[in-house]
């Protein structure tokens, strides 16, 4: 049996301004790193000992990983970042006051780009450039995107990074963001494109799943103090 702990960075500027993210590269806000230091002695708790760490590109995401990492004495392990983790591209929405889209664009439309499953934001004109992105394909870098296709993306790095661990009976530690990990736990568990609406990940929160040696989730939960 192998575990897989996924954690949602703690508070970044983003959340506390209430900005659309995406892949703007923001930091965490004081707050966020208790948060981090929190879910880390809530992960200390439990004594699991991973054999890898997985988190984006993404600055809030990769130091949430460092301080838990430090909180649970096991900063040594290998740690893989991959843009296949980052957050949901918001396109041209980024940086813009999430109240201030409802009313520009209409409450129940934004409600479509946040929440529905295919729902596509407006897209950037360019795709980004920024110098970690330099060994993806600029097609491959989206201008914006829907939870389906951010979906789609995380898809080869679960199979291909994350799942032979796990099947080796190594316990993993995915640090991340809120819709890269709803589209995770959609795979995961299974969820209905619908249903998936209803599911949430709160800054600073960890959940846990067990798995048998077929990858059929044995346990899960939210971890508590």
């Given at each position: 049996m192998a575990n897989l702990v996924i954690v949602r960075h703690g508070e970044s500027l983003a959340n506390q301004l209430n900005t659309y993210t995406g892949w703007s590269d923001v930091p965490l806000t004081a707050a966020g790193r208790k948060q981090a230091q929190h879910v880390g002695r809530q992960?200390?708790?439990t004594g699991i000992q991973f054999s890898h760490v997985h988190t984006s590109?993404?600055?809030r995401a990769i130091l949430t990983s460092y301080i838990i990492l430090d909180e649970i004495d096991q900063l040594a392990i290998p740690m893989t970042k991959?843009?296949?983790l980052n957050e949901r591209h918001y396109g041209a929405l980024r940086g813009l006051n999430k109240e201030k889209t409802r009313a520009i664009f209409g409450a129940h439309q934004v409600a479509r780009w946040r929440r529905s499953y295919t729902a596509?934001?407006?897209l950037l004109t360019t795709f980004?450039?920024?110098r970690r992105y330099r060994l993806v394909p600029p097609m491959s870098r989206p201008r914006g995107e829907s939870l389906a296709q951010a979906t789609q993306r995380l898809l080869p790095y679960w199979q291909d990074q994350v799942v032979p661990g796990l099947l080796a009976g190594?316990?993993?530690l995915i640090v991340a963001h809120g819709s890269t990990l709803r589209a995770l736990i959609k795979v995961i568990e299974q969820i209905s494109d619908r249903d998936i609406d209803g599911v949430e990940v709160e800054n600073g929160e960890a959940l846990y799943y067990r798995f048998d040696a077929q990858?059929?989730?044995i346990e899960k939960g939210?971890?508590?103090?």
């Open positions: 992960i200390q708790a590109l993404l600055k991959s843009w296949r596509v934001p407006p980004s450039q920024a190594q316990d993993q990858m059929v989730v939210r971890l508590a103090d």
